[in-house]
Nanobody
């Protein structure tokens, strides 16, 4: 079992920055793929970024590429999503997710994530 706890959401003006954190516990050593998702009101859940923890590969959705950065502090069992140059369209509930399957293939980030945090609200004012 893997437990995920997000923090760091809040209200920020357009152009500002936030850093989301996701603390992992339990069988964290088997979380081979970590992901950040978001869901805006009335919209489906979108994969924003992902990290393959074995080789260090990253994925970013086109909408956030160049603005968001996925990183990890292995000593603290924590991953981060640094969000810069925030836009109104980034407003959503952001979820941390993990999968314990061994990733493979060019679409390693497109998996059924087994473990989810409760989410943290990010609101960007314009």
């Amino acid at each position: 079992q893997v437990q995920l706890v997000e923090s760091g959401g809040g209200l920020v003006q357009a152009g500002g920055s936030l850093r989301l954190s996701c603390a992992t516990s339990g069988r964290a050593f088997s979380t081979y793929v970590m992901g950040w998702f978001r869901q805006a009101p009335g919209k489906g859940r979108e994969l924003v970024s992902a990290l393959e923890t074995i080789g260090g590969s990253t994925y970013y959705a086109d909408s956030v590429k160049g603005r968001f950065t996925f990183s990890r502090d292995a000593a603290k069992n924590t991953v981060f999503l640094q969000m810069n140059k925030l836009k109104f369209e980034d407003t959503a509930v952001y979820y941390c997710a993990a999968n314990d399957g061994v990733p493979a293939g060019s679409r390693w980030y497109d998996v059924g994530y087994r473990y989810w945090g409760q989410g943290t609200q990010v609101t960007v004012s314009s």
